[in-house]
């Protein structure tokens, strides 16, 4: 924890705001004339920051355009411009919109989790960064755990010390040119939440007097973040993604197991299965902060494929079964290092994305020959590949370390 009278914009990495104004601007990355004219412009307009969010904004824009790429300009100015004052600070980025959900486009994504600030590899951030984006992705995902507040000095006890763990790794250089150009969706676990294990209710304890509803408002301040913290994501004919919650509507995980235990509670999981049932994609993908396959240490009890939830866990591993054929599986982040499993009982595959540096790896319970098909203990990300070998679909799955190297590739075709 911070020492007594140490001001936390004087700490290493922080970057404090300040009062100001900005606004979004978007635009398509094509010429109207050259887009027959469907090229679209949104304004966000001018916006005040304050201390109430961190000196944050966030803008949306609904009926963009299906794949189509968008240049994003980010205008500041000081809080007392006059109303036609010009910009004083700029920073642009780029993304491309999902396709269509009919039309059959390839796309690739990456997976990560994990990234603890006192483990980067490099020291403008991590190696992945870089690794990840020479490959072009399409989107990433960070599945958790983005950063450490109760393990990783200094513990965090205060919205404004949370704060200050987002400011000095989102900065970090790496990571500030990624996501200039390769746009993201961020899930939380427990260490970006409030400490180790978290749920509803639970004891702050070492990060008293922090609380979990501030940890949950910090997050949705801090990442673009959709009204709802599960949903569903649609990128063309080929890819669906379902992004679940695990945190905020879980049962304690010291509760006695049994029916009315849960990790994804009722209302989650009914649109999950309902959501999935209705779905047409050729690939569903289930993105996960903790693992449902596992395995797991024995002395976990924090997810789906530890005794402690193993009711709700062989209950969800039995539906997917049932109503869902190979063209599902799922991607989980959380364990710190990478493995592809398969469940003995059901057939559902897993693969876990592993910790975005080789030095926050590890604390696996061994290779299972039972499980795994992969198991590698070290730090890299998950590339995914859709696309089509003449009218059926294919993905790949490639297992990359922090250099981009594949260690590890899985690939299969739609029926």
């Known amino acids: 924890m911070l020492a007594p009278g140490v001001d936390v914009s004087s700490l290493e990495g922080a970057v404090p705001g300040a009062p100001g104004e900005l606004r979004v601007v978007l635009r398509s990355a094509v010429p109207a004339d050259e887009a027959g004219g469907i090229a679209t412009t949104g304004i966000s307009g001018w916006h005040p920051t304050g201390t109430e969010r961190d000196f944050t904004h966030q803008a949306r824009f609904d009926d963009l355009t299906p794949n189509t790429r968008y240049l994003v300009t980010v205008e500041a100015r000081p809080a007392v411009a006059e109303a036609d004052a010009p910009a004083t600070a700029i920073e642009t980025a780029t993304f491309r919109t999902a396709p269509a959900s009919d039309q059959r486009l390839p796309v690739r994504f990456a997976a990560m989790t994990c990234q603890y600030y006192g483990r980067r590899d490099r020291p403008d951030g991590f190696r992945i960064y870089p690794s990840m984006a020479a490959g072009r992705p399409d989107f990433y995902l960070s599945i958790g755990d983005n950063v450490y507040y109760d393990n990783e000095s200094p513990r965090t006890t205060s919205l404004e010390l949370a704060r200050y763990h987002w400011q000095r790794m989102f900065t970090l250089p790496a990571i500030a040119s990624f ?138 591993r039995g539906w997917f079964r049932a109503n869902l054929d190979d063209s599902f599986l799922v991607i989980v982040g959380d364990r710190h290092w990478q493995y592809h499993s398969v469940h003995p009982e059901t057939g559902l595959d897993e693969f876990s994305v592993g910790p975005a540096s080789d030095a926050h790896a590890g604390g696996t319970p061994g290779e299972d020959s039972d499980y795994h098909r992969f198991h590698r203990v070290g730090g890299g990300f998950l590339s995914v590949d859709v696309d089509w070998v003449g009218d059926r679909a294919r993905i790949v799955l490639r297992h990359r370390d922090v250099s981009g190297r594949v260690v590890y590739e899985v690939e299969r075709l739609g029926s």
């Open 179 to 316: 996501l200039r150009s390769v746009p993201g969706y961020w899930l939380k676990d427990d260490h970006d939440l409030l400490r180790n294990d978290s749920w509803p209710g639970i004891d702050p304890g070492i990060s008293a007097p922090m609380t979990f509803e501030e940890g949950q408002a910090v997050f949705v301040e801090q990442i673009p973040a959709p009204e709802g913290s599960y949903r569903t994501v649609r990128w063309g004919k080929g890819l669906q993604l379902w992004l679940v919650e695990g945190r905020d509507f879980r049962s304690p995980n010291d509760m006695p197991d049994g029916p009315g235990k849960t990790i994804w509670g009722a209302e989650q999981l009914r649109w999950l299965r309902d959501s999935l049932l209705a779905s047409d994609a050729d690939w569903k993908v289930l993105i996960s902060p903790t693992p449902i396959v596992g395995p797991d240490r024995s002395n976990k009890a924090d997810n789906h494929a530890n005794a402690a939830f193993s009711h709700e866990g062989d209950a969800v």
